[in-house]
Structures are given as C-alpha cells and as structure tokens.
C-alpha cells in the first residue's frame, strides 16, 4: 500500500512539472543551438528587423500537406523559423499554412502569387511515382506590394530570405546608390544577381558624369566596376570630391585584359590606376596566377585522334583564403576570378587598410604583355610567390579631413554576367563580395552577415585520405562499440545483482 501511494505521489509531481513546463515554454523560448555557423540562432540584424515592425506583417506559407520525407525537413524548419520569428516580433508576424492541393483556387492563388508546382519522387508500392508539390511563401505588410519566396528548400539560408523579404515589405524609404557608367562599364543587365540582393534595401542607379551637372550629390555610395574607357580629369576630380564630403566608394578594377582570339594578355590603362596610386592603393600591371584555378577545354592528340580535355588554367584562379573577421568576406568560402591582378596599398597612418582575400600558398604572377599556353605544363617553381592580396578595405582621410571608406579589388568582372551572357547564374560567393561590400559601405542593418549565413558545404570527398578513412571507420564502428559497451554495462549489472541474491543476509 505504501508503494502504491509513491507511486502515486510521483505520478502526480510528474504530471505537475509537465504542465508547469508547458505553461513556461508558451511564455519563455530558449533554444540550444551547437551547429558551428549558429545556423538555429537569430541574427541580431534580424532581430532589429523584427522589432523595428510598426505593423502586422502576414506570410502565407503554401506546402503540401503530404511531402516526401527529403520536402519535409524543409517545411518543418520554415515552420520553426516562424515560430521564432512570431515570438521576437511580439505578435507583428502572423502566418498560417495552406494546402494549396485541398482546390483549384487555392492552387491558382500560388501561382499567381509567383509559387510554381514542382515535381517531385515519390516511392509508393514500390515503384517511384511523380508527384505536384507546393513549397512556398508570401510576404505582405497591409496593401504593399507583397514579396515572394517560390522555393523553400533544405539548406537554402532561409533566415536571409525571409529578414530580407519582411525588410522589403515594411521599408518606406529606401536610399539610393550608383553604379558609374560611361567609361565602358557594364550595364544594367550585366548585374542581375546582385541588384536581386541589392533591391532589399537600395534603389540602384546608373550614372553618368557631366561637367556642368554634381550627379553625385544625392548618393552617399558610389560604384565603379569594370570600366575600359579613360577618365578625364574632370570625372576623376567630382570622385575626389564626393570621397573628400565623407561618402564611400567601390572600385572593381581590370588592370589587365585578354584577347583570347590571339591567345595573348595584355595591360588595360583607364586614368582610374594612376588616380588610386595616388592615394596609396596600388592594382598591379600583371596577371596573377595560382596553382588552385580552374579548367579550360583545349583539343590535344591521343593516339592519332583529337579529344577535348579539361586541363588547369591558372589564369583563372579559385580563392579560398578570406578574412574571416570582416563583414565583406566572413562566410565567403570560394569565388573564381579570371584575369586577376594583385593589389597592395602604400598609404599613411591615416588610413586603416584589411586585407579581404589573398591567393594561395603556390601563387606568382606574369607580367603583360604575356602569351597563354593552354597546354604548358606548370610546376611547383612557377608559383613563388604566396597570398597576394587581391581584394582591400580602406578607411580614414582618403580625399581630405572627413573620413571615408573604399573598397578595391583587383577584377572588375568577378561578379560581373560578360560576353553578352547576361543570363547566366553566377557563383553564389562571387555575388556576395559585391553585394557585401556595397552593403559595408551603405548601410548598418547587419543584412550583410546573413548572405552567407547558410549551410557550409564540407563534402567528405575534399578530406584528406587519413581523415576521410577515420571518418569513414568512426561511422560504421562507432554504433558498434556503442551497443558493445551497453551490453558489458548491462551484464555487469545483471551479475553484480545475481551475486547479491545469493547471499545469505540478502533482504529484498
């Protein structure tokens, strides 16, 4: 009787701690988050997002209700990431979820809202079956035009969509930046991509300088990517100008330039070199090249037969080394240059210079005019050289008294859609240094840190032959060792009470 009333008591407590739990988790939300990008915590950018809301922001999340497993994991973590959000806006963010499949209506209110039906495998009996899935959401902030997300999907950095989508519904008053034009620089359509990010925060414009209008009046950041044409002085002059008024400036710039029908490299003169050496930011006269580059296709002989192959092109180099620490290239992993130059700058203390990316450890470079050979078989000793600076931030007195910010790299066409290819998809991490940098110089949102605040990509296949087998043996003989040792722990126990039973003052 008195073990029934334990029992009894315990159940209760229990029942009593469950219930007190559930009351405090509807007014308290603490989570553990231990992933190495912190990929389950909250940005503080979007965290002032949110409670910046003036008004009710509504998102529609349209998702079959029956997804295969691999869609799944999608939805349940955009379900999770509304539930945080509705609980830091203090009830500014209201969502619901629609079966979009339940009718007709429902399904073409998706797609007209830019959601798209996908396809997707289904396994049933079986057999692999095709089925129509929704996995989509929409953003709208009262009458505004409402902003869409077509495809949410595992992986993708879901944080940065959404912020940025309920940032773009509920801003009224977006500042204005300018991409130079007129000395040859790329238009409009050349910067797809990156105006898709820019477009968040910015109203992008394309100018270009007169001698008798200050165009520049009304920007407070200024970029000049990829001209080819020279720089009067005169334009060369308002720059100055707008750097000496305390505004920033981006400077993308080609130093050297290919004619690949000729197969050779030549230099590029536009005045802008002079004007930044003047300053102290030097963009060398030459090629840089790395042993970590990409590939080109260039017909060889095999065996009395003409085949293509891929073969290295160090002219076309792969950076990884980037500064970890600052707002531009933190989370940047890898982005592809071709026809790159070195840069170092020479100026006083009155400047604060850092470094962004640098090239490899097995690095030189070729000065102009230099003939490609696609076929040349480079070694070790062609690469003396090692992390050449290839990208800078500059702050401090760059133009006069009023402190202000520069970022130069040494490509102008690293982001940049060339060759009339408007259309084609750009590196991810290409885009972001361009749209990062834009972001250090305009704004203080902290947008910036969640553009590459997604899913690091650590296939096992670029590991190292040791820790690629130790990860491979820890797998499969890790569960092993774990039923092993629950096994001898669980005998052990069973021995030690058998022994105990059979003593003779043995009480129960």
């Known amino acids: 009787m008195k073990n029934f009333q334990v029992i009894k008591y315990s159940v209760l407590l229990l029942t009593g701690i469950i219930i007190l739990l559930n009351v405090l988790s509807g007014r308290f939300f603490v989570r553990l988050d231990v992933t190495q990008d912190d990929r389950y915590t909250l940005s503080d950018a979007t965290k002032d997002v949110l409670q910046g809301l003036q008004e009710p922001v509504t998102i529609k999340a349209y998702f079959t209700k029956e997804l295969p497993p691999q869609l799944m994991r999608a939805k349940q973590e955009f379900s999770d990431l509304l539930v945080e959000y509705a609980r830091r806006s203090n009830g500014m963010i209201m969502y619901e979820f629609i079966d979009p499949s339940e009718n007709e209506q429902l399904e073409a209110e998706a797609q007209q809202a ?27 902030m009262g009458e505004s035009a409402p902003e869409t997300i077509p495809q949410i999907l595992e992986n993708m950095p879901l944080e940065y969509y959404l912020t940025s989508a309920i940032k773009k519904v509920s801003i009224t008053d977006k500042p204005s930046i300018a991409f130079l034009q ?19 925060l910015y109203q992008t414009d394309f100018i270009t300088l007169t001698d008798t209008t200050n165009v520049l009046e009304d920007y407070n950041t200024l970029a000049i990517i990829a001209p080819t044409d020279s ?9 100055d100008n707008f750097l000496a008024s305390g505004n920033n400036l981006m400077v993308a710039l080609n130093r050297v330039d290919a004619d690949l029908q000729n197969g050779m490299g030549i230099g590029l003169t536009t005045g802008l070199e002079g004007w930044l050496a003047e300053k102290g930011i030097i963009v060398e006269n030459s090629f840089l090249t790395d042993a970590n580059c990409g590939r080109v296709s260039v017909m060889q002989n095999m065996g ?22 600052h707002p531009i290239s ?21 400047v604060t210079v850092t470094t962004l990316a640098y090239s490899s450890d097995n690095s030189g470079s070729a000065s102009v005019p230099t003939y490609f050979n696609p076929q040349r078989n ?11 600076a290839i990208a800078a931030a500059i702050e401090g007195n760059l133009a006069g008294s009023i402190p202000s910010r520069m970022v130069v790299f040494g490509d102008g066409d690293f982001a940049v859609n060339t060759g009339g290819q408007e259309n084609q998809q750009m590196n991810p991490d290409n ?3 361009l749209t990062n940098s834009i972001d250090w110089l305009a704004d203080e949102t902290g947008l910036i840190e969640l553009r590459t605040k997604e899913i690091t990509s650590r296939p096992i296949k670029d590991l190292e032959d040791g820790k690629r087998s130790f990860l491979k043996w820890l797998n499969f003989l890790l569960p092993i060792l774990l039923i092993i040792v629950i096994g001898i722990y669980r005998w052990q126990r069973q021995n030690l009470r058998r022994i105990k039973r059979m003593q003779v003052n043995y009480v129960k």
């Open 114 to 140: 830019g959601i798209p039906p996908l396809q997707a495998q289904v396994r049933n009996n079986d057999k692999f079956e095709a089925m129509v899935v929704y996995l989509g959401a929409i953003i709208q």
């Open 182 to 200: 007129g000395h040859g620089e790329p238009g409009p359509q050349a910067f797809q991509q990156a105006r898709q990010q820019l477009d968040v």
């Open 231 to 239: 720089f009067p002085a005169s334009h060369l002059q308002q720059i």
């Open 304 to 325: 009395g037969f003409r085949v293509q192959q891929q073969i290295p092109f160090p002219y076309i180099p792969i950076i990884k080394n980037f500064n970890a620490d």
């Open 330 to 350: 933190k989370g940047i992993e890898e982005a592809i240059f071709s026809f790159l130059s070195p840069i170092s700058v020479t100026a006083d203390s009155s």
């Open 378 to 388: 480079w070694t070790d000793s062609d690469f003396p050289r090692k992390n050449l």
């Open 431 to 433: 885009v972001s240094l």
